[in-house]
């Protein structure tokens, strides 16, 4: 099976690797936001293994340590696997300038923000 996340761990430059997952910025601008990939290709959160949970507080935590970088008001965490199935969160930071809540999650990771793309 064809999987873009797995393809784009074999390519794109990450900001952080560790044996069961890797991060990498989606989109430029003030709606970028990271992704954290698992590092295998897993299709649900029911199927990671027990050393993909344990190391999974550590790589959500540095992730949280990138985003909180550019200073947001808050940082929303996605997990839904649905476009592309490979589980993977979006750490999406929320500045005083988006709106609040599920719309601005909406936007953000549907690429609807001007100027971006989709980054499922
Ligand atoms: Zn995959």
Do not use: T
Not at 35 to 57: F, K, M
Not at 87 to 105: C, Q, T, Y
């Amino acid at each position: 099976m064809k999987c873009s996340i797995c393809d784009s761990q074999r390519h794109d430059s990450n900001l952080l690797k560790n044996h069961h997952w890797y991060l990498r910025k989606a989109g430029v601008g003030p709606n970028s936001y990271y992704i954290l990939d698992a590092a295998r290709h897993v299709e649900s959160l029911l199927s990671l293994q027990r050393e993909e949970w344990e190391s999974l507080g550590p790589a959500l935590s540095q992730g949280l340590q990138w985003v909180e970088q550019g200073s947001p008001q808050k940082i929303y965490i996605a997990c839904l696997s649905e476009k592309v199935p490979h589980v993977h969160f979006h750490l999406v930071p929320r500045s005083a300038d988006h709106e609040k809540g599920i719309s601005h999650l909406d936007k953000a990771l549907s690429g609807s923000y001007p100027g971006e793309g989709d980054f499922h």
